[in-house]
């Protein structure tokens, strides 16, 4: 399995039609996306995933699309450009990343805004103590 992992925390990081990502606009987007006519896409969710600080819990969001294939950059690129072409925008132009779940390996990076690959960050190995939370906004029928 493979996903594209988009961050939408804030309207600044990603937005639809100057909405925040959240399920209650699920069926406005997935429409938009025309989810059912790529085969190979399996699920779009939107993950919570809150990790503690000193006095507080912070929390990040991020909008995923698991798919069963693997992409190649032009067919991600092409996914960006159909999701701005549709209502979606980034002001901070966010990094989208392709990954794949089995391994956690980062793939691609792209510019939401200008669809320009980006390198691909080097994360240190550190103990994962966040805890996550998965809303499904969509899930291809059988």
């Known amino acids: ?9 804030n309207r600044f990081q990603l937005n639809y039609h100057n909405k925040l990502i959240r399920t209650k606009i699920s069926d406005e987007i997935s429409d938009s996306l025309l989810l059912t006519e790529n085969v190979s896409i399996e699920r779009m969710s939107i993950v919570y995933k809150m990790f503690p600080k000193k006095n507080y819990v912070f929390t990040t969001i991020s909008l995923e699309i698991l798919s069963r294939e693997k992409f190649t950059l032009q067919q991600v690129q092409n996914i960006i450009k159909n999701m701005r072409n549709n209502g979606f925008y980034s002001k901070e132009n966010v990094p989208v990343q392709f990954i794949e779940t089995n391994t956690n390996k980062i793939l691609y990076v792209i ?32």
């Open 111 to 142: 510019g939401f805004q200008n669809g320009t690959q980006n390198t691909i960050p080097v994360y240190g190995h550190n103990k994962n103590i966040s805890k996550y939370f998965t809303k499904n906004m969509w899930i291809r029928q059988t």
């Open 1 to 9: 399995m493979y996903k594209i992992k988009i961050p939408c925390t």
